[in-house]
Protein backbone atom coordinates (compact mmCIF):
# COMPACT_ATOMS: atom_id res chain seq x y z
CA UNK A 1 0.00 0.00 0.00
CA UNK A 2 3.12 2.44 0.36
CA UNK A 3 3.05 3.23 -3.52
CA UNK A 4 -0.39 3.95 -3.33
CA UNK A 5 0.26 6.90 -0.89
CA UNK A 6 2.80 8.46 -3.44
CA UNK A 7 -0.32 8.62 -6.17
CA UNK A 8 -2.37 11.75 -5.25
CA UNK A 9 -5.94 10.93 -6.60
CA UNK A 10 -5.66 7.76 -4.17
CA UNK A 11 -5.09 9.44 -0.82
CA UNK A 12 -8.06 9.86 0.26
CA UNK A 13 -9.46 6.54 -0.71
CA UNK A 14 -9.77 3.45 1.98
CA UNK A 15 -7.79 0.20 2.40
CA UNK A 16 -10.99 -1.50 1.29
CA UNK A 17 -11.08 0.49 -1.84
CA UNK A 18 -6.94 0.60 -2.58
CA UNK A 19 -8.01 -3.81 -1.85
CA UNK A 20 -10.53 -3.91 -4.37
CA UNK A 21 -8.61 -1.76 -6.98
CA UNK A 22 -5.29 -4.42 -6.20
CA UNK A 23 -7.68 -7.12 -6.75
CA UNK A 24 -9.32 -6.12 -10.02
CA UNK A 25 -5.70 -5.48 -11.60
CA UNK A 26 -4.03 -8.60 -10.04
CA UNK A 27 -6.73 -11.18 -9.86
CA UNK A 28 -6.36 -14.05 -11.66
CA UNK A 29 -10.29 -14.64 -12.76
CA UNK A 30 -10.27 -11.04 -13.82
CA UNK A 31 -11.75 -9.90 -16.88
CA UNK A 32 -8.94 -7.87 -18.11
CA UNK A 33 -6.48 -9.64 -20.98
CA UNK A 34 -3.64 -9.42 -19.19
CA UNK A 35 -2.49 -8.08 -15.41
CA UNK A 36 -1.56 -4.92 -15.36
CA UNK A 37 -0.54 -6.00 -11.66
CA UNK A 38 0.62 -9.61 -10.60
CA UNK A 39 1.78 -11.17 -7.48
CA UNK A 40 5.12 -13.08 -6.88
CA UNK A 41 5.17 -14.60 -3.17
CA UNK A 42 3.85 -11.76 -0.90
CA UNK A 43 4.91 -9.03 -3.52
CA UNK A 44 3.24 -7.26 -5.95
CA UNK A 45 4.49 -6.16 -9.41
CA UNK A 46 3.31 -3.46 -11.75
CA UNK A 47 3.79 -4.03 -15.12
CA UNK A 48 5.30 -0.92 -16.57
CA UNK A 49 6.08 -2.60 -19.93
CA UNK A 50 2.64 -3.83 -21.03
CA UNK A 51 0.83 -0.80 -19.78
CA UNK A 52 3.53 1.68 -21.55
CA UNK A 53 1.91 4.42 -24.04
CA UNK A 54 1.70 2.97 -27.51
CA UNK A 55 1.52 -0.64 -26.37
CA UNK A 56 -1.82 -1.23 -24.74
CA UNK A 57 -4.72 1.24 -23.67
CA UNK A 58 -5.37 0.41 -20.32
CA UNK A 59 -8.00 2.66 -20.15
CA UNK A 60 -10.43 1.37 -22.86
CA UNK A 61 -9.37 -2.35 -21.96
CA UNK A 62 -11.11 -1.46 -18.40
CA UNK A 63 -14.20 0.36 -20.30
CA UNK A 64 -14.43 -2.67 -22.33
CA UNK A 65 -13.66 -5.72 -20.00
CA UNK A 66 -14.69 -4.24 -16.68
CA UNK A 67 -17.07 -1.37 -16.63
CA UNK A 68 -19.63 -1.68 -19.48
CA UNK A 69 -20.10 -5.09 -18.28
CA UNK A 70 -20.21 -3.60 -14.52
CA UNK A 71 -22.65 -1.42 -15.23
CA UNK A 72 -24.90 -2.32 -18.21
CA UNK A 73 -25.14 -6.26 -18.44
CA UNK A 74 -27.87 -8.04 -16.40
CA UNK A 75 -26.51 -11.46 -17.36
CA UNK A 76 -25.33 -13.60 -14.46
CA UNK A 77 -26.28 -10.29 -11.70
CA UNK A 78 -27.70 -11.54 -8.32
CA UNK A 79 -31.45 -10.78 -8.80
CA UNK A 80 -31.21 -7.28 -6.50
CA UNK A 81 -28.63 -6.07 -9.11
CA UNK A 82 -31.00 -6.39 -12.44
CA UNK A 83 -33.43 -3.78 -11.86
CA UNK A 84 -30.35 -1.23 -11.04
CA UNK A 85 -28.30 -2.18 -14.42
CA UNK A 86 -31.78 -2.43 -16.42
CA UNK A 87 -32.16 1.58 -14.72
CA UNK A 88 -28.59 2.38 -15.60
CA UNK A 89 -29.17 1.17 -19.38
CA UNK A 90 -32.08 3.22 -19.91
CA UNK A 91 -31.04 6.74 -18.19
CA UNK A 92 -28.07 6.50 -20.58
CA UNK A 93 -30.38 5.44 -23.56
CA UNK A 94 -32.81 8.99 -23.15
CA UNK A 95 -28.89 10.65 -22.27
CA UNK A 96 -28.57 9.52 -25.61
CA UNK A 97 -30.77 10.32 -27.74
CA UNK A 98 -31.41 13.71 -26.02
CA UNK A 99 -27.65 14.10 -26.80
CA UNK A 100 -28.89 13.53 -30.61
CA UNK A 101 -32.30 15.64 -29.81
CA UNK A 102 -29.66 18.98 -29.19
CA UNK A 103 -27.79 18.83 -31.64
CA UNK A 104 -30.14 18.60 -34.39
CA UNK A 105 -31.69 21.93 -33.06
CA UNK A 106 -28.78 23.50 -34.31
CA UNK A 107 -30.11 23.10 -38.02
CA UNK A 108 -33.93 22.30 -37.19
CA UNK A 109 -36.24 23.71 -34.71
CA UNK A 110 -38.61 20.82 -35.37
CA UNK A 111 -36.83 18.27 -33.28
CA UNK A 112 -38.24 15.44 -30.86
CA UNK A 113 -36.37 12.08 -28.94
CA UNK A 114 -38.59 9.40 -27.74
CA UNK A 115 -41.28 10.55 -29.67
CA UNK A 116 -44.13 6.91 -29.26
CA UNK A 117 -46.90 6.31 -31.24
CA UNK A 118 -49.45 3.95 -31.38
CA UNK A 119 -51.26 4.49 -27.91
CA UNK A 120 -54.89 5.33 -28.24
CA UNK A 121 -55.11 7.95 -26.16
CA UNK A 122 -53.55 10.07 -28.25
CA UNK A 123 -56.61 10.41 -30.80
CA UNK A 124 -54.77 9.28 -34.47
CA UNK A 125 -55.91 6.29 -36.28
CA UNK A 126 -52.38 4.20 -36.71
CA UNK A 127 -54.38 1.20 -37.25
CA UNK A 128 -51.74 -1.41 -35.80
CA UNK A 129 -48.77 0.86 -35.66
CA UNK A 130 -46.97 0.94 -32.36
CA UNK A 131 -43.40 2.01 -31.94
CA UNK A 132 -41.51 4.90 -31.16
CA UNK A 133 -39.18 7.81 -33.10
CA UNK A 134 -35.60 7.54 -30.77
CA UNK A 135 -35.45 10.99 -32.67
CA UNK A 136 -37.46 12.85 -35.42
CA UNK A 137 -36.24 15.75 -37.01
CA UNK A 138 -38.22 17.70 -39.84
CA UNK A 139 -36.45 20.44 -42.07
CA UNK A 140 -39.44 22.31 -42.99
CA UNK A 141 -37.87 24.55 -46.14
CA UNK A 142 -37.09 21.13 -48.05
CA UNK A 143 -39.42 19.43 -47.22
CA UNK A 144 -37.71 16.47 -45.63
CA UNK A 145 -38.00 13.94 -42.51
CA UNK A 146 -35.39 12.08 -40.63
CA UNK A 147 -36.68 9.20 -38.51
CA UNK A 148 -33.57 8.08 -36.69
CA UNK A 149 -33.15 4.71 -34.79
CA UNK A 150 -30.59 4.39 -31.90
CA UNK A 151 -28.88 1.42 -31.48
CA UNK A 152 -26.09 0.79 -28.30
CA UNK A 153 -23.90 -1.54 -27.35
CA UNK A 154 -23.87 -1.29 -23.70
CA UNK A 155 -21.79 -3.67 -23.18
CA UNK A 156 -18.45 -3.46 -25.55
CA UNK A 157 -18.58 -7.10 -27.84
CA UNK A 158 -14.51 -8.20 -27.46
CA UNK A 159 -14.85 -10.48 -30.81
CA UNK A 160 -15.00 -10.01 -34.31
CA UNK A 161 -18.02 -13.16 -34.23
CA UNK A 162 -20.18 -11.07 -31.20
CA UNK A 163 -19.65 -8.07 -33.19
CA UNK A 164 -21.37 -9.66 -35.92
CA UNK A 165 -23.91 -10.89 -33.85
CA UNK A 166 -25.00 -7.79 -32.38
CA UNK A 167 -25.45 -6.55 -35.92
CA UNK A 168 -27.41 -9.14 -36.60
CA UNK A 169 -29.50 -8.54 -33.70
CA UNK A 170 -30.23 -5.27 -32.86
CA UNK A 171 -29.98 -3.34 -36.51
CA UNK A 172 -30.85 -6.51 -39.42
CA UNK A 173 -33.34 -7.68 -37.05
CA UNK A 174 -35.06 -5.07 -34.42
CA UNK A 175 -33.71 -2.03 -36.05
CA UNK A 176 -34.81 -2.66 -39.73
CA UNK A 177 -38.30 -3.66 -37.79
CA UNK A 178 -38.65 -0.65 -36.82
CA UNK A 179 -37.12 1.69 -39.33
CA UNK A 180 -40.02 -0.39 -41.35
CA UNK A 181 -43.07 0.69 -38.92
CA UNK A 182 -41.17 4.43 -39.10
CA UNK A 183 -41.58 5.10 -42.95
CA UNK A 184 -45.04 3.18 -43.26
CA UNK A 185 -46.09 5.92 -40.25
CA UNK A 186 -44.60 9.05 -42.00
CA UNK A 187 -46.49 7.67 -45.20
CA UNK A 188 -49.69 7.97 -43.87
CA UNK A 189 -52.13 11.27 -43.76
CA UNK A 190 -52.76 10.68 -39.82
CA UNK A 191 -48.86 10.37 -39.47
CA UNK A 192 -47.75 13.43 -40.99
CA UNK A 193 -50.96 14.90 -38.76
CA UNK A 194 -49.26 13.74 -35.33
CA UNK A 195 -45.73 14.69 -36.63
CA UNK A 196 -46.88 18.43 -37.42
CA UNK A 197 -48.35 18.38 -34.08
CA UNK A 198 -45.84 17.11 -31.75
CA UNK A 199 -42.96 19.04 -33.99
CA UNK A 200 -45.25 22.01 -33.75
CA UNK A 201 -45.43 22.67 -37.47
CA UNK A 202 -48.26 25.08 -38.10
CA UNK A 203 -48.37 24.09 -42.24
CA UNK A 204 -49.39 20.52 -42.91
CA UNK A 205 -47.25 18.62 -44.46
CA UNK A 206 -47.39 16.76 -47.53
CA UNK A 207 -45.91 13.81 -49.40
CA UNK A 208 -42.27 14.93 -47.53
CA UNK A 209 -39.27 12.89 -48.47
CA UNK A 210 -38.28 10.44 -46.10
CA UNK A 211 -34.64 9.57 -44.85
CA UNK A 212 -34.81 7.07 -42.08
CA UNK A 213 -30.99 6.68 -40.36
CA UNK A 214 -29.59 4.32 -37.95
CA UNK A 215 -27.44 5.88 -35.37
CA UNK A 216 -24.71 3.76 -32.66
CA UNK A 217 -22.27 4.46 -30.28
CA UNK A 218 -19.76 2.44 -31.68
CA UNK A 219 -17.90 1.48 -35.27
CA UNK A 220 -19.57 -2.17 -36.25
CA UNK A 221 -21.44 -0.79 -39.00
CA UNK A 222 -20.30 1.93 -39.47
CA UNK A 223 -21.43 3.10 -42.90
CA UNK A 224 -23.21 -0.26 -43.67
CA UNK A 225 -26.39 -0.05 -45.65
CA UNK A 226 -29.18 -2.56 -44.68
CA UNK A 227 -32.26 -3.24 -46.94
CA UNK A 228 -35.80 -2.59 -44.85
CA UNK A 229 -38.40 -3.99 -48.47
CA UNK A 230 -38.55 -6.10 -51.54
CA UNK A 231 -37.80 -2.70 -53.51
CA UNK A 232 -34.27 -2.79 -51.90
CA UNK A 233 -34.64 0.23 -50.20
CA UNK A 234 -31.77 0.91 -47.67
CA UNK A 235 -31.03 2.62 -44.83
CA UNK A 236 -27.48 3.54 -43.27
CA UNK A 237 -25.87 3.08 -40.20
CA UNK A 238 -23.54 5.52 -38.94
CA UNK A 239 -22.08 6.53 -35.40
CA UNK A 240 -22.85 9.44 -33.22
CA UNK A 241 -19.69 11.17 -33.92
CA UNK A 242 -19.80 11.54 -37.09
CA UNK A 243 -23.47 12.48 -37.42
CA UNK A 244 -22.52 14.88 -34.40
CA UNK A 245 -19.17 16.24 -36.41
CA UNK A 246 -20.87 16.54 -39.59
CA UNK A 247 -24.27 18.96 -37.95
CA UNK A 248 -21.54 20.78 -35.72
CA UNK A 249 -19.46 21.20 -39.22
CA UNK A 250 -16.19 20.39 -37.63
CA UNK A 251 -13.48 18.26 -38.85
CA UNK A 252 -11.49 15.86 -36.79
CA UNK A 253 -8.45 15.88 -38.87
CA UNK A 254 -6.71 18.14 -41.18
CA UNK A 255 -6.67 16.04 -43.98
CA UNK A 256 -10.09 16.16 -44.20
CA UNK A 257 -12.02 18.34 -46.81
CA UNK A 258 -13.79 21.55 -45.76
CA UNK A 259 -17.41 20.89 -45.01
CA UNK A 260 -19.79 22.72 -46.68
CA UNK A 261 -21.96 24.75 -43.89
CA UNK A 262 -25.33 23.09 -43.37
CA UNK A 263 -27.60 26.48 -43.86
CA UNK A 264 -31.39 26.25 -42.76
CA UNK A 265 -32.25 26.53 -46.70
CA UNK A 266 -30.69 23.20 -47.46
CA UNK A 267 -28.74 21.65 -44.39
CA UNK A 268 -31.03 17.86 -44.91
CA UNK A 269 -30.04 18.01 -48.19
CA UNK A 270 -26.36 18.27 -47.87
CA UNK A 271 -26.26 15.99 -44.52
CA UNK A 272 -27.91 13.49 -46.67
CA UNK A 273 -25.43 14.28 -49.37
CA UNK A 274 -22.71 13.73 -46.59
CA UNK A 275 -24.22 10.35 -45.40
CA UNK A 276 -24.02 8.34 -48.81
CA UNK A 277 -21.07 10.06 -49.81
CA UNK A 278 -19.04 9.24 -47.03
CA UNK A 279 -17.38 12.60 -47.21
CA UNK A 280 -16.19 12.46 -43.31
CA UNK A 281 -14.15 9.41 -43.79
CA UNK A 282 -13.30 9.64 -47.45
CA UNK A 283 -9.53 11.37 -46.31
CA UNK A 284 -8.47 7.71 -44.90
CA UNK A 285 -8.64 5.85 -48.57
CA UNK A 286 -5.54 7.91 -49.86
CA UNK A 287 -3.56 6.34 -46.34
CA UNK A 288 -5.39 3.11 -46.79
CA UNK A 289 -3.02 1.64 -49.26
CA UNK A 290 0.11 2.64 -47.54
CA UNK A 291 -0.38 1.92 -43.75
CA UNK A 292 1.41 -0.88 -42.79
CA UNK A 293 0.75 -2.46 -39.17
CA UNK A 294 3.34 -4.71 -37.53
CA UNK A 295 3.60 -6.01 -33.49
CA UNK A 296 5.39 -8.82 -32.28
CA UNK A 297 4.31 -10.45 -28.91
CA UNK A 298 7.23 -12.37 -27.12
CA UNK A 299 6.32 -15.07 -24.68
CA UNK A 300 9.63 -15.89 -22.38
CA UNK A 301 12.52 -15.51 -24.99
CA UNK A 302 12.87 -14.13 -28.71
CA UNK A 303 12.82 -17.66 -29.94
CA UNK A 304 9.31 -18.23 -28.83
CA UNK A 305 7.03 -15.33 -29.82
CA UNK A 306 4.18 -14.86 -32.25
CA UNK A 307 3.84 -12.24 -35.04
CA UNK A 308 1.60 -10.49 -36.87
CA UNK A 309 1.61 -7.88 -39.61
CA UNK A 310 -1.21 -6.23 -41.21
Not at 60 to 86: A, G, H, M, R, T
Not at 155 to 178: C, D, F, H, L, Y
Not at 193 to 222: G, H, S
Not at 277 to 289: G, V
Request: charged residues 30%.
Amino acid sequence: MDWFDKIEELKSKSEKELNAIINLFSSYNSLLPFNPIYKIDNTYHFSYSTCSYGKFNLNQFLYDYYISDKLFNPNNKPQKEKPLVEETQKSREIRFTNSLKELFKTVTPHVEAGLEYGDPKLNYDFGDLKGDFDVIAYFEKENIILPIQVKLSNVSPRSEKRKEEWIANRIETKGITQVVKDIKLLQSKSGLKFIADKLKIENEIKAPLIYPIVVTDNFFADHLSFSYNENDDSVICISYFELKHLLLNQKVHDKQADMKPLENSNAATRLIESIETNSFWNFLNEFADDFKYSKTLSAITDDWKIEMKV
